[in-house]
């Protein structure tokens, strides 16, 4: 099991990228990876499942195409309904 506390906090956009695609690629071997991030956008793209919390409580669960279209998600996480998926 690997563990991740927002490994993207204070990284350049390209660093962020290399990381989640090791990321992806761990999980692809079979890991299991408990991961918690901010940037629901690049959380969600490695994500077989998602929670989110507000003020530490759980607001919603789901898988990550039904975070994407959730629009309480969407509006308050990812960057409101006009945002891509």
């Known amino acids: ?3 991740l506390d927002e490994p993207s906090l204070g990284l ?4 962020v990228q290399q990381v989640f695609r090791i990321v992806a690629d761990i999980r692809a071997r079979g890991a299991t990876v408990l991961l918690v991030e901010q ?3 690049v959380a969600l ?3 077989d499942r998602g929670y989110v919390l507000e003020t530490g409580r759980l607001l ?4 990550p195409e039904e975070l994407w279209s959730n629009p309480q998600v969407r509006a308050a996480y990812l960057g ?3 945002a891509a998926s």
């Open 80 to 82: 409101g309904l006009a």
């Open 45 to 47: 793209s490695v994500a």
């Open 60 to 63: 919603v669960t789901g898988k």
């Open 12 to 15: 350049a956009p390209l660093i």
């Open 39 to 41: 940037n629901a956008h």
């Open 1 to 3: 099991m690997l563990l």
